[in-house]
């Protein structure tokens, strides 16, 4: 049986992903899916981390346009990944996946602190874990939380898991009809052409820590384990 491609890993989740076709809150149908897909490469011997956004609650950039203060605003997204981590963290035990939530803004009564050392000690005891509430500061997406934990966990990729494209094109194929998919890119070429994929803070720092990015769609079964053993599935952003 040929061995994953990657023994540690970031997997990055949209908030947007868990909302399906319903586009707000929480589908519970989505959470199971994942979990399945997630519980697939664990039992391959894959240590997973995983960052989730919180835009199928709130959006801080959103809510900073109706008026309110942009760091308030950050701030209540923050605590909608947090939602979206302890959702997961339940569907993961519900397949029999053990499972930790560390948040960077502390809730002892929910979630561990994060602590980068537990964080590796949990993953190297074949446990998941879920990184909440951002990086715990305003004006830093959960993109940039999935780049700083990486490089922090030593993480070996980032999976972006996309819930409406699959792969990274020249132009938004929901809106573009010759949009054109990449099949690999560099992350200067990424942000030289402004293509989107995360913001500038998380492709610096993955370029700087030479951090590979996959992007691929979730809602095709099976992509993560796919992603996992090296498939040709979606696009890989590397280099610089």
């Known amino acids: 049986m040929p061995l994953p491609a990657f023994k540690r890993l970031v997997l990055k989740l949209s908030g947007e992903a868990l909302a ?10 989505i959470i199971h899916s994942i979990s399945e897909q997630i519980k697939e490469i664990v039992e391959l011997g894959v240590q997973v981390a995983i960052v989730v956004g919180g835009g199928n609650i709130w959006r801080g950039l959103t809510g900073s346009e109706k008026g309110i203060d942009r760091a308030t605003a950050d701030y209540m997204g923050m605590l909608a990944t ?4 302890l959702a997961l963290q339940d ?11 560390q948040t960077s803004i502390e809730m002892r009564q929910v979630a561990e602190p994060y602590i980068r050392r537990k964080a590796i ?13 951002g990086t715990g500061n305003p ?7 999935a780049a700083l934990r990486a490089a922090e966990i030593e993480a070996e990729v980032i999976l972006m898991a996309k819930n409406k494209v699959d792969g990274v094109y020249t132009a938004d194929p929901t ?4 949009a054109v998919k990449f099949d690999h890119l560099t992350y200067l070429e990424m942000i030289n052409k402004g293509l989107g994929v995360m913001d500038s803070t998380a492709s610096s720092l993955c370029m700087d ?3 590979p990015l996959v992007v691929f769609s979730i809602t ?3 992509n993560i384990k796919k992603a996992v053993m090296g498939d040709k599935i979606g696009t890989i952003v590397k280099g610089d």
């Not at 947090?82 to 981590?85: I, P, R, T």
């Not at 000690?121 to 509430?133: G, S, T």
């Not at 004006?139 to 939380?145: E, G, K, L, M, R």
């Not at 809106?175 to 010759?178: K, R």
Request: hydrophobic share 30%.
């Open 20 to 29: 399906g076709d319903q586009g707000y809150g929480i589908d519970s149908k």
């Open 82 to 85: 947090v939602m979206n981590s």
């Open 91 to 101: 569907g993961l035990e519900k397949v029999g996946v053990p499972t930790r939530v």
């Open 121 to 133: 000690r949990h993953l190297e005891k074949n446990r998941v874990v879920i990184f909440a509430a």
């Open 139 to 145: 004006y830093f997406s959960t993109d940039t939380t």
């Open 175 to 178: 809106i573009d009809p010759e």
């Open 209 to 211: 820590n030479h951090i």
């Open 220 to 222: 095709e079964e099976g």
